[in-house]
C-alpha cells in the first residue's frame, strides 16, 4: 500500500516542533512515588460493578496503570495488553490480534469481553473483537482492569474466560496540552491532545492520533501485506454537579488495513453519555447509553455496515448494614446489513436484532472478614432465548492484607451469525447450534507479605460440555456449525511484585495449565480439534523498571510463550526494553526496542499466512504541559 510521504512528514514535524507547547508540570511519574501500599489501594470496579480495593476483589484481577504503559513505550491497545500476566496476546500479523485467557482461543478470541469506559466492542458477527478497529489513544488510558476467569452474571454472555475492561482518563487530570510522536524501522505515528475547564463543574479534551505500519514479511519470506494506516479523533466531557458526575464522548475512527486476502477499509464511531449519582442507602445509580456505528469492507469476503445502540442501568444500596445489593438491566439493539460474495454470504444478510438482561447481586458480611456472594444474570438473546449465569463465591479475609477467595460460575457465549446464519459453497446454515457454555470453579489467594512484597494466585478448573465443531450435513452434502466437543481446561496462574529499593521494582507472571478437548458422543467432527486447540500451555513474564538518576527510567520486559499446537507455532521468549530521558520537566525523550535480540519468530495462525517478527524499535518525544 502506497502512503503518501507527506503524512510521514508530518509525523516527523510534529515531533520536532513539539517544544511550541508551553510547559507547567511534570509528564512523568518515578517509582519511589509509587508505593507497594499506593499500588494495592488502587480502587477496581470490574468484580462487584462498584469500586473496591484491588486487595480485597474476590476474583483473579491485574491491573495495568497508566504509567505502567507509559514505561512500556506501547503506541497501540494489544501493546497495553501484553502487560497483564493473566493474558495471552497474539498475533498473526500487524493487524489481526486476540486475546484470551485460560485457553480456548480458537481464532477468534470469542470467550473475552472487551469494554471501554463501559462500552461493550465485540462484534455480533462472530462474538469476538474486530482488532484492526479497535483504535484506542493509550495516552488517554487509566487503567486496565484483566480479569481470567468468568464474569457473566454482572457482565453478561461471552464474559466466560475473562473480562478486559479499559478506563480512560476523566477529564479533569488531562487538561493542558499533549504531544508525542514517535518514529522507527516498522512504524511511525503522533497524538495531540488539549484539555481545558469550562466553568467550576465541567472539563473538556479533545485529541486525535495517526499511526501507519510498514509491511512485515510470511515465514516463506515473501511480504505478509499487512501495512496499515489509521486515523483517530475524539472529545470527552465531564460535568458534576452535586454529589452526581455526567460523561459525554465521542470518537470516529478510518483506517486502510491491508491483508493477504485483499485491503480492508473500516471507518466508524460511537458516541456515549453516562450519570452517576450516589444514593442515600449507601449505594449509587448509574445510568449509560451509547450509538456505535461501524463499516468495514474484507476485498473478496463480505462487507458490513454494523449500528448499535445500548442501554444500562444499575443501582446499588445497603438494605442491611451486613448486605451491599446491586440490581440492573440493559437492553441492546443492532441492525446489521452484509453484502454477500461468492465466498461467504449470510441468510439473511440484513437483520435486525435485540437483546436484553437483567441482574442481581447480594454481597453478605456473615461476620467481619468472611463475606458471601450470591447473583444471577438472565439474558435474552436471538438465537436461544433466555441464557442464566448464576455465581457464588465468597471471600475470607485472614488479616487485613490477606485475603483467600473461590467462587463458582456458569457462563455462556451465545451463538453469533457466523454460527447460526453463514453459508459458503460447503457451509450450511443450522438453526440448532446453541450457546457454549462453561462450568468454573476457582481458589485464590492474595496477598501483600511485606511492604516491599505482594503476589496473587489462582487455581482454576473449567469445563466446557458443547464447544463449536463443523460436522457434515445428513446428506453428506456439506458441512454445518454444530457443538460437537467438550474440553476441560486446569491450571494455575499467579503473579507478584518486589520493591528490590525505592527506585527498583520487579513484576513476575505466570501461567501453566492442561487443556483436553475430545469429540461429544453421538458427533462427529471434520474439521479436527486443532481448529480450536491454539492456546499455549503455559505462559511467563518478567518485568524490571528502574529510575537511574533523577532524569532516567527504563524497563526490561521478557515475555516467554509455550508452544500453540493447533498452528504449530514453537515456543518463544522475547525481550523487550525501553529508556527515556527526562531532558526537561515537561519533555520526555525514548527509545524503546522490541525483540531485542532479532531472533525471527511467528506468534500465531497457519504457517502459510503467519507473518514474521523481527527487532523493532522506536524514538519518541513527549511533551505535556
Known sequence: MRRPPLRKLACILAVVHAPAFAATNIAAARLEDLSLEQLTEIRVTSVSRREERLLDAPASIYVITAEDIRRSGATDLWGVLRLAPNLFIGRGDNNQWVAGSRGMIASTSNKMLVLIDGRTIYTPLFSGVFSDAQYVSVEDIDRVEVISGPGGTLWGTNAVNGVINITTKPAQVTRGSLAHGWAGNYERGVALRQGATLGEAASYRVYAQYRELDERALMSGEGARDESERMLAGFRGDWTR???????????????????????????????????????????????????????????????????????????????????????????????????????????????????????????????????????????????????????????????????????????????????????????????????????????????????????????????????????????????????????????????????????????????????????????????????????????????????????????LVRNVGHIPGYDVPAYTVVDGRVAWQLRRELELSLAVQNAFDRDYGELGPASSRAVFRRTWLLALRWQT
Request: charged content about 20%; hydrophobic content about 35%; overall charge negative.
Open 242 to 556: 452535586g454529589n452526581g458526575a455526567a460523561t459525554f464522548e465521542g470518537e470516529a475512527y478510518k483506517g486502510h488495513v491491508d491483508n493477504l486476502g485483499g485491503s480492508r477499509p473500516v471507518q466508524g464511531g460511537h458516541l456515549l453519555a453516562r450519570w452517576e449519582q450516589p444514593t442515600a442507602a449507601g449505594g449509587s445509580m448509574r445510568v449509560q447509553a451509547y450509538y456505535d456505528r461501524s463499516d468495514r469492507i474484507h476485498e473478496g469476503s463480505f462487507g458490513e455496515k454494523l449500528d448499535i445502540a445500548d442501554l444500562d442501568v444499575q443501582y446499588g444500596w445497603k438494605p442491611h448494614p451486613a448486605h451491599m445489593l446491586v440490581v440492573g438491566g440493559g437492553y441492546r439493539a443492532s441492525r446489521d446489513r452484509i453484502d454477500d460474495t461468492p465466498v461467504l454470504g449470510f441468510d439473511p444478510a440484513d437483520t435486525n436484532q435485540q437483546w436484553a438482561n437483567l441482574f442481581a447481586q447480594d454481597e453478605w458480611t456473615v461476620i467481619p472478614g468472611l463475606a458471601f456472594t450470591g447473583g444471577v444474570r438472565a439474558e435474552r438473546n436471538p438465537y436461544t432465548g433466555v441464557e442464566w449465569l448464576p455465581t457464588l463465591r465468597f471471600a475470607w479475609k485472614l488479616a487485613p492484607d490477606h485475603l483467600v477467595w473461590g467462587d463458582v460460575s456458569r457462563a455462556a457465549r451465545a451463538p453469533s451469525r457466523l454460527d447460526r446464519d453463514a453459508f459458503t459453497p460447503v457451509l450450511r446454515t443450522n438453526s440448532t447450534f446453541e450457546a457454549e457454555r462453561a462450568g468454573v470453579a476457582e481458589l485464590g489467594y492474595r496477598t501483600q507479605v511485606t511492604p516491599s512484597l505482594s503476589f496473587s494466585v489462582t487455581a482454576f478448573h473449567h469445563r466446557y460440555p458443547n464447544l463449536r465443531t463443523l460436522e457434515f450435513t445428513p446428506d453428506f452434502k456439506g458441512v454445518v456449525v454444530a457443538n460437537g466437543f467438550e474440553g476441560r481446561t486446569t491450571g494455575v496462574e499467579g503473579w507478584g511484585t518486589w520493591r528490590v529499593a525505592p527506585w527498583w521494582r520487579i513484576d513476575l507472571g505466570a501461567m501453566t495449565m492442561s487443556e483436553t478437548i475430545q469429540v461429544r458422543p453421538g458427533h462427529v467432527d471434520v474439521g479436527g480439534v486443532s481448529q480450536i486447540s491454539n492456546d499455549p500451555r503455559h505462559t511467563a513474564q518478567l518485568r524490571s523498571a528502574w529510575d537511574i538518576g533523577s532524569a532516567w527510567d527504563a524497563e526490561v
